[in-house]
């Protein structure tokens, strides 16, 4: 029933912000769409944290990024002129397309102190839209269904599963939901998807007769699976159509080689927008590792 387990690793965002990094990981790079997927958290932001801590103004493209929180508050500006905070049970899905730029800051922890603690992935966009026109939305309410069952609290993210469809408009097969397990409750992992996981953020569960605590991810078979909270658990579950082979630089996804290092050499020489009140502060290409060289024709 398991594939594979995957220990989140820690890594630094800078400004003292760590995240757990868990996709993409070297033995399994993508589990359907989904090609990364963050950690972040939990953590104390004290009132008037340093602007360090923030997201400065990045690109991406070929890819839909995906915020949840559990906890917190993050401001979101992106290229387009969106300007709005998600908060805990809201989804912002950005999809890049063919270009986008965003930052994410920590204003109302700036201002008030907050608790943070949520998950950021982004899903790779399958051939033939990779470079679709790009776009912004946000979703609360009846766009990310909820359900409870049996000591079951669940929530839709996006994508089909548990007989509902979320708000956000999706460009392949796949579901994400967030279902947060009370002690000895059970949860069905949908099926009628290839490539399935599931994540524990909190907690402690069991699966295939093992105890499995925070921080690591649990790849699955196709067949039919349950999970049991052995303590009061949040779980992450997720899957979807695989979308075929990707590359990953920075933060730049797509099926070619050369598109990573054109987006490279446009976010470098200045050629991509940025969100309009982050104009004068944004984070410079990465020197090492080098983009991928085009290749020879």
């Known amino acids: 029933m398991i594939d594979m387990i995957i220990e989140q690793r820690r890594r630094s965002l800078g400004g003292g912000f760590e995240v757990g990094r868990v996709l993409p990981f070297a033995k399994r790079r993508m589990v359907g769409p989904f090609i990364f997927f963050d950690h972040m958290g939990p953590l104390d932001l004290a009132p008037g944290i340093d602007r360090s801590v923030d997201v400065?103004?990045?690109p991406h493209?070929?890819?839909?990024?995906?915020t949840y929180l559990f906890s917190g508050e993050i401001m979101h500006r992106d290229s387009l002129?969106?300007?709005l905070p998600v908060r805990p049970h809201e989804v912002n899905w950005m999809t890049a397309g063919s270009g986008i730029t965003h930052s994410e800051r920590f204003e109302h922890a700036r201002a008030h102190g907050d608790h943070l603690h949520g998950i950021q992935a982004w899903v790779a966009l399958p051939d033939g839209m990779e470079e679709i026109d790009p776009s912004f939305s946000h979703h609360s309410g009846a766009d990310l269904p909820q359900w409870e069952e049996a000591g079951?609290?669940?929530?839709?993210?996006a994508g089909s599963a548990y007989g509902?469809?979320?708000?956000?408009?999706?460009h392949s097969p796949l579901f994400y939901a967030h279902l947060d397990m009370a002690p000895g409750s059970t949860a069905e992992i949908p099926g009628g998807y290839t490539e399935r996981a599931l994540y524990i953020a909190t907690g402690a569960v069991e699966m295939d007769g093992m105890r499995h605590e925070s921080g690591r991810m649990l790849v699955l078979g196709a067949?039919?699976?349950r999970v049991k909270a052995l303590e009061h658990a949040k779980v992450m579950v997720l899957g979807g159509e695989p979308v075929g082979e990707r590359h990953?630089?920075?933060n730049f996804v797509s099926s070619s080689k050369d598109r990573l290092a054109q987006a490279a050499a446009d976010w470098k020489a200045g050629r991509m927008k940025l969100p309009d009140a982050d104009d004068k502060e944004f984070t410079?290409?990465?020197d090492e590792p080098k983009p991928p060289a085009p290749a020879m024709s």
Request: proline share 6%.
């Open 164 to 170: 509902l469809t979320a708000g956000a408009a999706t």
């Open 248 to 250: 990953l630089y920075w």
């Open 152 to 157: 079951v609290t669940g929530q839709l993210i």
């Open 223 to 225: 067949g039919a699976s």
């Open 284 to 286: 410079p290409l990465p």
């Open 61 to 66: 493209i070929g890819l839909s990024t995906v």
């Open 56 to 58: 400065r103004a990045h």
């Open 81 to 83: 002129g969106y300007e």
